[in-house]
Every structure is written in C-alpha cells, then in structure tokens.
C-alpha cells in the first residue's frame, strides 16, 4: 500500500531540511511526500528542489506553489496530488 504524506509548508526555510530528511528516513518504503509552500518569501522551494535532487528522490517528493491562502487550503490543495492509497 502506498501511502501519502502532505505537508503545508510556509517560511520555514532554516527548518525545513531537517523536516524532510526525517520523512524520507521512515523504515515504510512505499509513501510519496507532498510539500504545498503557502505563498513563502523564504528559500523554501530551493531547499525542496535541492534536496530532491540531491538524494535522488525526484520520483518520490512533489513539490507544488500556491499562493498564501492558509494551512488548511495548502492541504486541501495537496490532496489533489496524492497518487497513494
């Protein structure tokens, strides 16, 4: 069973490394992660990309833009996204 993990992000930039290196080391191999960025004025699409590139992670991180909204419409809109079960 794939699973799909949706993750509003906004201004969190500093954090954010962090955050996804924690996700992508799960024991479950099977999950896609999902990362909607609110509308942030942070290096938080480049550290995203960089991050996926880096650890050959392309076909398992999506990375989607929106503008600011909120939290909830970040992960309404993520749900658009999920290819999981």
Do not use: R, W
């Not at 909204?69 to 993520?78: E, F, M, P, R, S």
């Amino acid at each position: 069973m794939k699973i799909s993990i949706v993750s509003p992000v906004y201004n969190k930039g500093k954090f954010l490394e962090k955050h996804i290196d924690s996700l992508v080391n799960q024991a479950y191999a099977d999950i896609e992660f999902i990362f909607v960025n609110d509308g942030s004025t942070d290096n938080t699409k480049s550290i995203i990309e960089n991050f996926k590139k880096e650890n050959n992670l392309e076909n398992k991180i999506k990375y989607i833009y929106q503008e600011n909204k909120d939290q909830l419409n970040a992960i309404l809109n993520g749900l658009n996204y999920i290819t999981g079960d």
